[in-house]
């Protein structure tokens, strides 16, 4: 297994090395993450003053549904896959996957997937309309023809999120050097593992529920007509089964990586280890039984209304865990702030914030007033953007030294850090108050009550947009050269991937390293 | 840097600690929830603020314990890291707090949910119908009942460069009258995609899913007006279909009622007369803008792909039948304009229709044909 | 393309996967194109982009397959693989079990929930013209409203339960005969590979070979039925939930059993004709078993909820 990269393009197209596919899907994933960014920059430009300026409303629609589309299945899912294809085997002290050719299938999936997203833009009616949640019968009956080619991309990268999880499992349970017990892996591992379980728990209803879809559009099926004894609200209960622990699916990652950075930069020991592998897998059963607090005005039946609640309210324990361990693990540290702690501090005090507004959400009567207004956007985007971004970004610096053997430019890092910093909470603390104050969401044009917030969160959103421009140059700078990076890299790292060369070797452990 | 990132740092949480609540506290309906009309919206705020203080309470321990270690254990400072790992003590305590904490907020949503879900006894019902994209509002057993629409001055305004007006988007053309003093209920369904009826000042925000009806209701005290919106994503003009309920005293409703039974008769009257193609084709071209324009868009030649144009269309230049059939019942993804239009006005705008945009048909539709046509159903 | 290692393999570079991508795109693509070309009533490609993308699938697929077969006859799989065969297989089935529970799921539902408040209240005084709630649903909310009756005639002639008296003539009972019955045969086809008898009356072979023949015979039974309900009962898709819920059910778990055939069938050709798997390393065939197993688990399911129920 001496053998390096194969040369030229054959390399990327018929790889088989984890570290080549991981690389593929982090690329992938930054694209999309800009292409959704973008999408993003066309909302808020257009609400940045009352009044209709620049896209009609019916495009507006289109771009806010792609734009959620692209950002949660485009860049946040395959960046943390991204992830988890160059570190598990590095960290677990396995030569690769567990399954490489299918490793390289589930990525090339993505590419192709997604270019058939992106082409409805440009077919006769529109790209999806509807939503990221695409509820029935705005996305069924009255749904551009486009919905056709939205079901089939949701239906290939289902697959390929199945497929990429099954490798991922099987990695973890079945490559572990000796002595690494389930135990002694990295919370990184831990998380993915749990992660890997819920989509492929919940991927296969989502390409359900687009079936019924299909079936309903193109077959005559009635699962969301009532005219034909079918229900609107079952969509809804069958996508949102998916579609909250597909929440989870973008955060418990998060959580990975955060845990390995905070203590590297305390130097000292994760606080509480197994507590955070029991709260994971707490939160990712929780997962399961609170899809319907999406759903609080749809006119469940009380009963209903108070068991989600109550479930929903009862994730904040076991996260709170996980928060008060990452504080104890900075307790009494030695602690400094190089750029990927910077980011997961950053991390624990916006996901928090981000959290506590979920908490809000959660309780039903109040989701009455919050429900799809800007509260509600403020609330993901502060779990999505500050979590589940940051730690990407967070896990990007940290790694990439180990990556590519170069040190990245320290300032620069930290000019970026503070550029997205601020830039994210101008753009989203305001969201906040527009929520409150009555703002729906997903609309194109609004009274002047709430134009001032607007404004702002516009242009903290080109701010933001700016400082992932910068995030791009250091990486690419970083690749191209840079101080040398020694195998630990980090004074307080632990781990096995620290233990072989920067950058590490094609092959990672030819022979299984002892774990003891 | 290490002090930019502390002072950074504190500022923002100066800012969520500080900043938010005051903010929160000065505002009025601009930054804060509204505390609303009703009872039930009263609690509704009461409920929001006290979570809301827990999460203030909490995130200032949090955020206190983590700035103060990240102000005193730096590695600048001398911090030696102490190797501690794990407190079983700990774990027990922060997880015992939070539920605790959690518990306490149960009771009082729990009861808050209990009063909205009580339907039962009401004085006043209103089937509220939501269509692509306006609201229709019936009063169960009273024989009234109407379409909300945008208001034409707010639509005017849309493109404008000027500053829009203080209601701007959140007027109608019909507000939904309610006596004060007395339960109403709102039976809410939805004619073709999920709307849902939301209007802050009554806390209520019921989803409006097509072929199905949810019940909600209100009691307001005292008399007011009060502007709400479609709050479900339903299609291109979601953000274009507003609420607004006035409530006011009995007889000041019931007086209103009997006009409405007045105005109603006044339309069947209407439909009697026969028009001239000028006062038609005059008439259609208004009602076009108001109701068709949205789709078909103003020069008819619709959105390919989702709305068909009218311009040489195969039915406005077609048989006259299909054309009544298409304006009365709607069709797939076109909304049935047989109640919201009076047979003037799906004369008038037949008669526009066939004449507009080059169709030039030469012919005029007269309100009697659409009474006939409905009858004849 | 082999590279030995004492307890790693790790196959080098790999044309399958982007052929595989390249082909399940296409095959998607075409699929989408045709079925919005049926709809808007209109000609196009759409058919023939599908037809090259699934051939190019299928072919890419048993290739992989082949080559699979190829390195584990070769030994060069190595135990810890193999394990992460079992793990893949193990965890691909769980995910089907998940694409039927939203079927389920859905027709939980929808028969719990949607049709109460469909046939109570305001629902079905104020829109639905007194519609009442009957499973299995005759008359649809939208019948109902039109003051039509049911266009299919219930209940005798509806897929549910005809009563335990009546089951000999009731084609569900004995597919589901047949489908338990095919589930001990391809355990006694397993063990009999344990004890090493491969040919013979009671061998491995001819087990399995009976068991792929009572897979082709539910698929006759269902197929017979599924053209009853067309053309004798009038119960079609498009008939109401009722309709959705049974064909959508059945006709996926019809397409798990054809897959599952074709599985087993491609197991039994390998053992006659190359003389493939051993008592210990069948890996191949136990993997199409479990397969076999869940769709007998579903179809036991199905019965349950769908006909004894239904
Ligand atoms: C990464 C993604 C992510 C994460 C992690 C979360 C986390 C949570 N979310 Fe969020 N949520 C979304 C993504 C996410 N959410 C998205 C995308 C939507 C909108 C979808 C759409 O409609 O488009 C949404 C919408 C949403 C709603 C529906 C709102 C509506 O539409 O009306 C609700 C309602 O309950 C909710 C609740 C919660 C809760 C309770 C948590 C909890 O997990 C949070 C737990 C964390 C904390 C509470 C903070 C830390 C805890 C402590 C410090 C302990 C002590 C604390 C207390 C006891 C108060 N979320
Ligand atoms: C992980 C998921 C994720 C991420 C990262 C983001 C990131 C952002 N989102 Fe969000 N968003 C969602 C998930 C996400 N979003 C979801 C699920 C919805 C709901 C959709 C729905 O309602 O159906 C939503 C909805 C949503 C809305 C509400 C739309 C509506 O209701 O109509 C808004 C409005 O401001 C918004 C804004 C933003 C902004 C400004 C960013 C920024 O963080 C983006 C920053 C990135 C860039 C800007 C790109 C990078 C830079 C360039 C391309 C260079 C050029 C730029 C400059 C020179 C400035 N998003
Ligand atoms: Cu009606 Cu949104
Ligand atoms: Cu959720």
Redesign the interface.
């Known amino acids: 297994m001496a053998h390096g990269p194969a040369k030229g393009l054959s390399r990327w197209f018929y790889t088989t090395n984890h570290k080549d596919i991981g690389s593929m899907y982090l690329w992938f994933s930054f694209a999309m993450f800009f292409l959704g960014g973008i999408f993003a920059l066309v909302i808020r430009a257009e609400l940045f003053q009352p009044g209709l300026q620049i896209v009609e409303p019916g495009f507006f629609n289109q771009m806010t549904t792609m734009h959620g589309l692209v950002m949660v299945f485009g860049a946040v899912m395959p960046a943390f896959v991204g992830l988890a294809n160059w570190m598990i085997p590095m960290m677990v002290g396995a030569p690769d996957m567990a399954l490489p050719r299918m490793n390289n299938w589930s990525f090339w999936i993505l590419p192709f997937a997604f270019a058939m997203l992106a082409s409805t833009l440009f077919m006769e009616g529109g790209a999806p309309n509807f939503g990221w949640t695409f509820y029935a019968p705005l996305s069924t009956t009255y749904a551009p023809a486009s919905v056709t080619f939205f079901i089939f991309a949701v239906h290939i990268m289902g697959a390929s999120s199945i497929m990429g999880s099954i490798n991922i499992i099987a990695t973890i349970l079945n490559m572990r050097a000796p002595g690494m017990t389930l135990m002694k892996m990295p919370l990184f591992v831990w998380t993915w593992l749990i992660t890997a379980y819920l989509l492929i728990a919940v991927m296969p209803v989502l390409a359900g529920v687009v079936t019924m879809m299909l079936m309903d559009i193109h077959f005559g099926t009635s699962f969301f007509d009532a005219a034909g004894g079918g229900d609107p609200v079952l969509f809804q209960h069958v996508f949102w089964f998916f579609g909250h622990p597909e929440v989870y699916i973008m955060i418990l990652p998060a959580f990975g990586v955060v845990s390995a950075i905070i203590p590297t930069f305390a130097r000292k020991p994760l606080f509480g280890y197994s507590s955070m592998v029991y709260a994971t897998a707490s939160i990712a059963f929780l997962s399961f039984i609170v899809w319907a607090h999406h759903m609080f005005t749809v006119g469940m039946p009380l009963l209903g209304e108070v068991a989600f609640m109550y479930a929903t309210m009862l994730i904040a324990v076991p996260t709170g865990v996980k928060v008060f361990n990452w504080v104890t693990t900075m307790w009494r540290g030695s602690m400094t702030f190089e750029t990927p702690m910077l980011f997961s501090i950053a991390f624990v005090v916006l996901f928090t914030i981000g959290g506590f507004s979920g908490l809000m959400l959660a309780m039903a009567p109040a989701d009455f007033q919050y429900h799809d207004t800007y509260f509600v956007v403020a609330h993901f985007h502060y779990v999505l953007v500050p979590g589940a971004i940051f730690s990407i970004t967070a896990a990007v610096y940290y790694w990439l030294p180990k990556w590519t053997g170069h040190m990245y430019d320290e300032t620069m890092g930290k000019v970026q850090f503070w550029t997205a910093f601020i830039g994210l909470n101008i753009t989203f603390f305001p969201m906040h108050f527009s929520g409150l104050a009555g703002m729906p969401r997903r609309i194109p044009d609004y009274n002047p009550l709430w134009a001032d917030w607007n404004m702002i969160s516009s242009v903290g959103a080109f701010m933001f947009g700016a400082a992932q421009l910068l995030l791009l140059y250091n990486v690419v700078k970083t690749i191209r050269g840079g101080k040398k990076a020694t195998a630990e890299v980090w004074e307080g790292s632990h781990g096995l991937e620290w233990t072989v060369a920067s950058p590490a070797p094609y092959h990672t452990f030819t022979t299984p390293p002892e774990v003891k | 840097m290490l002090s930019i990132s502390k002072r950074s740092l504190a500022l923002l949480f100066a800012f969520s600690i500080v900043v938010l609540p005051s903010l929160a506290a000065a505002g009025e309906w601009q930054l804060n929830m509204t505390e609303g009309v009703t009872e039930v919206s009263r609690e509704v705020y009461s409920l929001h603020m006290t979570i809301f203080w827990w999460c203030v309470g909490i995130g200032a321990v949090v955020f206190g314990v983590m700035f103060y270690s990240m102000f005193a254990h730096r590695k600048s400072r001398g911090a030696e890291a102490a190797q501690f790992h794990h407190s079983t003590k700990l774990e027990i305590v922060w997880t015992v707090i939070p539920f605790a904490i959690l518990i306490a907020m149960a009771f009082p949503a729990t009861s808050t949910l209990i009063k909205i879900y009580d339907t039962a006894d009401a004085d006043v019902d209103i089937l509220i119908t939501g269509y692509q994209w306006k609201w229709k509002y019936e009063y169960l057993g009273e024989d009234v009942s109407f379409f909300a629409n945008l208001s034409d001055s707010s639509r005017e305004e849309i493109y404008t460069k000027d500053a829009k007006s203080e209601n701007y988007l959140l007027e109608v053309d019909q507000v939904l009258l309610i006596p004060t003093k007395k339960k109403v209920r709102f039976l809410v369904t939805a004619n073709d995609v999920i709307h849902s009826w939301w209007v802050p000042d009554l806390a209520v925000k019921r989803d409006a899913i097509p072929g199905y009806i949810n019940e909600a209701w209100t009691y307001v005290e005292e008399p007011g007006l009060f502007r709400g919106q479609c709050a479900e994503l339903c299609g291109k003009d979601h953000g274009f279909m507003p609420i607004v309920v006035k409530a006011v005293e009995q007889g000041e409703y019931d007086a209103w009622m009997a006009e409405k039974r007045a105005a109603a008769a006044a339309v069947a009257e209407a439909a009697k007369q026969t028009l001239t193609f000028d006062q038609l084709y005059a008439e259609g071209e208004s009602v076009y803008e108001t109701y068709c324009a949205a789709c078909h868009q103003a020069g008819g030649e619709g959105i390919p792909g989702m709305f068909p144009a009218i311009k040489d269309s195969t039915i406005a230049t077609g048989d006259i039948k299909l054309h009544l059939d298409r304006v009365i019942n709607g069709g797939q993804g076109m909304p049935p304009f047989g109640e919201q239009l009076t047979p003037v006005q799906s004369a008038a705008v037949i008669t526009f229709q066939r004449n507009a945009f080059g169709n030039n048909m030469g012919e005029s539709v007269q309100p009697i044909d659409v009474v006939n046509f409905k009858q004849g159903q | 393309m082999e590279?030995q290692?004492e307890?790693?393999y790790?196959?080098?570079?790999?044309?399958?996967?982007?052929f595989?991508?390249?082909a399940?795109?296409l095959t998607?693509?075409g699929?989408?194109n045709y079925?919005?070309e049926?709809?808007?009533d209109k000609d196009g490609s759409g058919f023939t982009i599908f037809l090259v993308g699934f051939a190019l699938l299928a072919f890419v697929l048993f290739k992989?397959f082949s080559i699979v077969v190829d390195e584990n006859m070769r030994g060069l799989n190595s135990a810890?693989?193999k394990?992460?065969?079992v793990?893949?297989m193990g965890?691909?089935i769980?995910?089907?079990v998940?694409?039927f529970?939203?079927?389920f799921?859905?027709l939980w539902?929808?028969r719990n929930?949607?049709?109460p408040?469909?046939g109570t209240?305001?629902?079905s005084e104020?829109?639905?013209g007194g519609f009442q709630a009957d499973w299995p649903?005759m008359v649809?909310?939208?019948m109902a409203a039109n003051g039509e009756g049911a266009g299919v005639f219930g209940p005798e002639k509806n897929m549910s339960n005809p009563g335990v008296g009546n089951w000999t003539g009731w084609l569900p009972f004995w597919n589901t005969l047949v489908l338990i019955t095919s589930s001990f045969t391809v355990h006694f086809a397993h063990t009999a590979l344990k004890n090493n008898k491969k040919g013979g009356l009671f061998g491995f072979n001819a087990w399995l070979g009976l068991t792929v023949v009572l897979g082709i015979i539910f698929l006759i039974l269902q197929v017979e039925e599924y053209l009853h309900a067309y053309q004798h009962m009038g119960l079609t898709?498009?008939?109401?939930?009722?309709?959705?819920t049974f064909?959508?059910l059945t006709g996926f778990h019809g397409l798990h059993v054809t897959m599952g055939t074709f599985m087993l069938l491609v197991q039994w050709l390998r053992s006659v004709t190359k003389g493939h798997f051993s008592h210990h390393d069948c890996f191949g065939f136990e993997a199409s078993s479990w397969y076999w197993h869940f769709v007998d688990v579903v179809w036991v399911a199905l019965f349950i909820f769908v006909y004894i129920m239904g």
């Not at chain 3, 790790?10 to 982007?18: C, G």
């Not at chain 3, 898709?237 to 309709?243: H, P, R, S």
């Open positions: 590279h290692h307890t790693y790790v196959p080098e570079q790999s044309k399958l996967p982007i595989a991508s390249i399940l795109f998607v693509f699929l989408g079925l919005n049926l709809s808007a992989w810890q693989l394990r992460s065969f793990w893949g965890w691909f769980f995910s089907e998940m694409f529970s939203a079927f799921g859905a539902y929808l929930m949607s049709l408040h469909l209240g305001p629902t104020l829109l639905w649903l649809t909310p939208d898709l498009e008939t109401g939930v009722y309709g959705t064909f959508m």
